[in-house]
């Protein structure tokens, strides 16, 4: 089966001395779910710019459903992109907003009843038909943005951090409205954030960006549970990261532990065991986060994060801890 | 403080309006000269001011020229205030000065200059000259004002457009055309209001049968003291009032003085 | 959207190009006229001008009674404007919308309307002369006071409006809290409230500066011939003498003193800023 979306060797150049983004390879199938996923300055959103048509790449091509789209203008490629800001049109009514890419298709109107209406119903707006954007919740906005994009049943669709300026209680909820819609359609998804739980919930592949560049790629649980970098570790909550140089650390890794060829080291706070082992630390944080406490310890391995059951004993501020950094809770990064 | 402050401020709005009371009453005279209080009422001179004929041949030529001249400045205006806004021209500095120049030159030299160095040499004729001297009068008005409504549009609404389907002009007749109504609509009443009361750059610019309305009314009023001048400035001041009222209630006017 | 720099050319250049040829060649002649004597580029037209002692007087006068007007309607300004933001935001838009009304008003018929009221036969010296103050009408059409009047009442409200948005701007319980530390009101606004508005006041000053020098109704229906101001005067070496070297030196002096106001008051303002 071949790429329904493909990048190849994709260099994106805003003017400045380094390009925003270099030699950027990836493709996607269709009907996938996939996030790019990084800390803001990244390069995500210009990717995603630049496949939307918005953006000239300086070199490389884009190629959707087998035909190259890198020269062809954004208003002819299909595409449609879901803005952060929802940039919904001030002087239309919610109908008319979604009706726009249909009215410029020369749907005839009476389709366009249907398929407004249709999609509004599926986004539990039909209700809000004739507001005016300015009367809408950031949700409903939201939705009305969603409903926009999806109407004129695009090849692939963009979503910009659609999330970032919802309440958290919102963006749960939209998260899975997205999830739903995502399944009932099967429209082929690039949803860009910083978010890594949104990433993980939503993304059949995560695509992990930094200054430009790839620095991981694949399934949620990968991403997750196997994190090839320090930066990639820190990004998805492993508070305990150490760098090993020459394969060895002395002292960190565990006795027995084959480290190999590994640059890195890496615990999340809950599996550090405290009370035990052969590590010491001074309690110099304590932070009470309902089920468990975390603690953060000042040591000669430098700071550690640790959680404990709320349950379990507390510890006072400093208070001196034994500790253990356990094989089982390790995780191995093959790059800083 | 505050009586104070309200008592000055009272005294300031009589000055301000109280000539334009004074001069409609002036208006209702029913004497043969000007004055104040006028001996008797009437409307005589109201219905005089129909009958000159010089006044009327001015008033339609005034008005033409305010249309026109605002229409043509819009016309020029916006797309240049949208290029400055949007396309980050090379220059864009120079050239927002160029467009916004005329703003800070008197009028009376413009009009010196449009005679001496563009109707004498080229023949043109006075009134194709006026329409260019109020136009470039206006141009600064349109660009500025178009300019102010643009920056609360965001370019990410033009984008959305695009991404539906939208070719450029389309995007922009139907999403920034839209949205950017009610500046224009301020920058064609503003832009009319100043054509129609400009009298420096008119002033020269006069020809047999080609006086606009102001310039008309200060030749007139130097031969003439009858109480027409102030029957007709009368009516002037009524119709700005109605523009004015009619301004604020479509699209609160102040906001863009 | 991808900057399109030609297309950005392609609108940008009608307006360009209208106000270059329609305006700015024309003035840039007339302009340079004033540097020509015969064939020959000199200051000889300048000198001629202010060997004139009317000429000087006019240009004196010209720049006098700007100042003045400047400074009145700065001080009336500031107190209109406050009483105006202390009025509350209901009749501030109403006392806004009176402000502006006069700028609506056609100048001739603004200025005409001081001619009923200051005229021999006017509203003035018929209150003066019946309430036995003065026995002759009292003379003030025709005089310096009376383009004063004309001006300030014409350029007033280009002081006021500025004013109000600056003090709107204000951070909001600046003056309560200068009272409460013991300011006098004197301190107040001398310490707090000027600083605070001084870009309102410059931009204020310098549209009613530049346009009091550039008045050409006021003083033509207000000070005649005998009242000449820079416009006034242009036009009559114009009109009268066909004098056009006298009158391109007025439009240099003209143009060259409202470019030079609008730097001055702009760098005033902003090196304040900066302190």
Excluded at chain 2, 192 to 210: A, D, E, K, R, W
Excluded at chain 3, 60 to 74: K, M, N, P, Q, Y
Excluded at chain 3, 97 to 125: C, D, E, H, K, Q
Excluded at chain 3, 157 to 170: A, F, G, K, R, T
Aim: hydrophobic share 50%.
């Amino acid at each position: 089966m071949s790429d329904f979306l493909k990048l190849e060797k994709l260099t994106l150049n805003y003017g400045g001395p380094t390009p925003a983004v270099e030699n950027l390879d990836f493709s996607m199938q269709a009907s996938e779910l996939v996030a790019l996923l990084g800390p803001s300055g990244c390069g995500k959103t210009t990717t995603m710019r630049a496949i939307a048509g918005l953006m000239k790449p300086a070199s490389g091509t884009i190629m959707l459903d087998n035909r190259d789209i890198t020269r062809v203008p954004a208003n002819k490629r299909g595409v449609g992109l879901v803005f952060q800001s929802y940039a919904l049109f001030p002087h239309l009514s919610v109908f008319e907003n979604v009706a726009f890419g249909l009215r410029l298709a020369r749907v005839s109107s009476a389709d366009i009843k249907r398929r407004v209406d249709a999609v509004l119903a599926s986004v539990g707006l039909s209700h809000l038909a004739d507001r005016q954007p300015r009367e809408l919740s950031g949700g409903q906005q939201q939705r009305v943005a969603l409903a926009r994009s999806i109407v004129v049943e695009p090849k692939l669709l963009l979503l910009d951090e659609p999330l970032s300026n919802l309440d958290a209680r919102l963006r749960l909820e939209m998260r899975s409205e997205l999830s739903r819609l995502q399944d009932e359609l099967g429209i082929t998804m690039i949803y860009v954030t910083h978010d890594q739980a949104e990433a993980l919930a939503l993304a059949d592949r995560i695509i992990v960006m930094r200054e430009g560049r790839i620095e991981q790629s694949g399934t949620p649980e990968d991403i997750y549970e196997r994190p090839v970098s320090i930066f990639v570790a820190n990004f998805m909550g492993f508070e305990n990261c150490f760098e090993l140089t020459g394969g060895k650390l002395k002292g960190i890794a565990p006795a027995g532990f084959e480290t190999g060829s590994a640059a890195g080291i890496a615990w999340r706070p809950h599996a550090v065991l405290l009370g035990q082992g052969a590590h010491k630390g001074t309690v110099v944080g304590a932070s009470y986060l309902g089920q468990v406490v975390e603690y953060l310890l000042s040591t000669p391995l430098g700071d550690i994060k640790a959680e404990a059951l709320a349950s379990a004993p507390r510890h006072g501020m400093g208070e001196e801890i034994a500790f253990d950094l356990p094989q089982a809770g390790a995780v191995l990064l093959a790059r800083r | 403080m505050r009586f104070a402050g309200n008592t000055l401020l009272t005294l300031v709005l009589i000055f301000l309006i109280g000539p334009f009371v004074i001069i409609c009453i002036a208006g209702l005279s029913g004497g043969e000269t000007l004055a104040f209080p006028p001996q008797g009422l009437s409307l005589r001179w109201v219905q005089r001011v129909f009958e000159i004929e010089s006044f009327r041949s001015a008033f339609w030529l005034s008005i033409s020229l305010a249309i026109g001249s605002t229409l043509l400045a819009l016309i020029l205006g916006i797309p240049a205030a949208y290029a400055l806004d949007r396309y980050n021209p090379p220059m864009a500095e120079t050239i927002r000065n160029i467009v916004t120049a005329p703003i800070i030159v008197p009028g009376i030299i413009v009009g010196l200059a449009l005679l001496r160095h563009l109707v004498v040499p080229l023949g043109i004729p006075i009134t194709l000259a006026l329409i260019i001297g109020h136009t470039a009068l206006l141009v600064p008005y349109a660009v500025r004002v178009v300019s102010a409504s643009l920056i609360n549009l965001r370019t990410d609404v033009e984008e959305a457009a695009v991404m539906l389907g939208a070719t450029r002009l389309q995007s922009f007749f139907k999403v920034v055309l839209p949205n950017i109504r009610s500046g224009i609509l301020a920058a064609f009443i503003i832009g009319f209001i100043t054509s129609f009361n400009q009298v420096p750059i008119s002033l020269f610019l006069t020809g047999p049968g080609i006086t606009t309305l102001p310039i008309g009314m200060m030749f007139y009023m130097e031969f003439n003291f009858d109480p027409s001048v102030a029957a007709l400035s009368g009516l002037l001041a009524i119709m700005s009032l109605a523009i004015v009222m009619l301004a604020e209630k479509l699209l609160g006017l102040s906001r863009y003085v | 959207m991808f900057a399109n720099r030609r297309l950005g050319i392609l609108l940008l250049a009608p307006a360009t190009l209208f106000v270059l040829v329609g305006f700015i060649i024309p003035v840039l002649i007339l302009l340079a006229g004033a540097f020509r004597t015969g064939d020959a580029w000199s200051f000889a037209n300048y000198t001629a001008f202010f060997s004139q002692p009317l000429n000087r007087e006019v240009f004196l006068r010209t720049f006098r009674l700007g100042l003045i007007v400047t400074a009145v309607s700065a001080v009336l300004g500031y107190g209109v404007a406050m009483a105006v933001v202390e009025a509350g935001p209901k009749s501030k838009g109403r006392l806004v919308a009176l402000l502006v009304l006069p700028l609506m008003i056609s100048p001739v018929a603004r200025t005409y309307a001081w001619l009923v009221i200051l005229g021999r036969t006017g509203f003035v010296n018929v209150a003066l002369t019946s309430i036995g103050l003065t026995d002759a009408p009292l003379r003030i059409l025709f005089t310096e006071t009376a383009v004063f009047i004309g001006l300030i009442q014409l350029f007033f409200p280009l002081m006021v409006l500025p004013l109000i948005s600056s003090l709107e701007n204000m951070p909001r319980d600046v003056v309560p809290a200068a009272r409460v530390l013991g300011a006098s009101w004197f301190a107040v606004f001398f310490k707090v409230i000027l600083p605070l508005t001084r870009e309102g006041l410059v931009v204020g000053g310098t549209l009613v500066f530049v346009g009091s020098l550039t008045a050409y109704v006021t003083p033509a229906i207000l000070g005649g011939s005998k009242v000449l101001m820079l416009e006034t005067l242009l036009y009559q070496r114009v009109s009268v003498a066909n004098d056009f070297a006298s009158a391109a030196v007025i439009a240099v002096i003209l143009i060259v003193m409202s470019i030079l106001t609008n730097i001055l008051l702009k760098r005033l303002a902003s090196v304040r800023r900066r302190r």
